[in-house]
Nanobody
Framework: QVQLVESGGGLVQAGGSLRLSCAAS????????MAWFRQAPGKDREFVAS???????AYARSVKGRFTASRDNAKNTLDLQMNSLKPEDTAVYYC?????????????WGQGTQVTVSS
């Protein structure tokens, strides 16, 4: 089992920055890919960014150039630096982990942290 706990959410004005963190515990040695997703009120959960064990990242088009995902494998943490925030970035942000090598999707999820961007 893997446990994921997010932190760092809050209220920020448009144009501001926030840094989210996700702490993983348990069978962390099994984790390959980690990711951030978000879900705004009334909308489906959407992909934000992902990072694999060797550090290769991928981003949603809507956040590319503004958000940066990073990972500390020694500390089992995943961060998301969010700059130039927009009101449409308002959502609950979830950390996810994939422990099943070679398989798509994510089998572990955090409880989420709220990010609210005011205009």
């Amino acid at each position: 089992q893997v446990q994921l706990v997010e932190s760092g959410g809050g209220l920020v004005q448009a144009g501001g920055s926030l840094r989210l963190s996700c702490a993983a515990s348990g069978r962390t040695f099994s984790i390959d890919r980690m990711a951030w997703f978000r879900q705004a009120p009334g909308k489906d959960r959407e992909f934000v960014a992902s990072i694999v064990l060797i550090g290769t990242t991928a981003y949603a088009r809507s956040v590319k150039g503004r958000f940066t995902a990073s990972r500390d494998n020694a500390k089992n943490t995943l961060d998301l630096q969010m700059n130039s925030l927009k009101p449409e970035d308002t959502a609950v942000y979830y950390c996810a982990a994939n422990s099943r090598a070679g398989m798509a999707g994510y089998d572990y999820w955090g409880q989420g942290t709220q990010v609210t961007v005011s205009s």
